[in-house]
């Protein structure tokens, strides 16, 4: 996405002020893989490309993996909440025709759907259970084609230890499908 843009040219403005070659910036960019549980492709299972974004921990950061995806994508919103204003986060949502349903999972699951409902936001269903349920019922909702993206919006404490946790049953699970 274009935040990883903008990363790029940062990192190269800073490659410049510390006088490190062309070809090593270059080189450099072009090994670089990405950061795990920061928006990076899990699987692709059964037609459906799988995004784990275990990192994005609140609705911005959730917004800009939002922002970078391509394809009709299934958002997995939930966890432990942190209390945010949720309000301009689904009224910003509505505007992602891409992003054609939620999942929302965890602790946070009620709050979300009441935040969603109050703003007239209607592209979701609520999972009872965990996250390994809410893969499962993404995956459904999918149908073959597009993208599940898990970028929570919330912290991980309801059912993990730390977002790398998290991350990494998400791709356990998706493995498994």
Not at 19 to 41: M, Q, T, Y
Not at 89 to 95: A, D, G, Q, R, V
Not at 142 to 164: H, I, K, M, T
Request: glycine residues 8%.
């Amino acid at each position: 996405g274009g935040h990883n843009i903008l990363n790029a040219l940062a990192a190269v403005c800073f490659g410049k002020i510390l006088n490190i070659k062309n070809e090593d910036i270059a080189r450099a960019l072009s090994e670089f893989k990405g950061i795990a549980h920061r928006l990076s492709i899990a699987a692709v299972k059964g037609g459906v490309t799988f995004y784990n974004d275990s990192k994005s921990t609140n609705t911005n950061s959730t917004l800009t993996a939002v922002n970078a995806m391509t394809q009709k994508t299934v958002l997995l919103l939930g966890g432990s909440d942190k209390n945010e204003n949720l309000k301009p986060f689904f009224k910003e949502l509505k505007k992602y025709k891409k992003i054609w349903h939620c999942v929302l999972f965890g602790q946070a699951k009620e709050r979300f759907a009441c935040e969603a409902s109050a703003c007239a936001y209607k592209d979701f269903s609520v999972c009872e259970g965990g996250m390994e349920r809410a893969v499962l019922a993404a995956y459904q909702l999918c149908n073959g084609q597009g993208a599940v993206l898990l970028s929570p919006a919330c912290a991980s404490y309801d059912e993990f230890e730390n977002f790398e946790r998290r991350g990494e049953k998400f791709i356990e699970t998706v493995n498994n499908l």
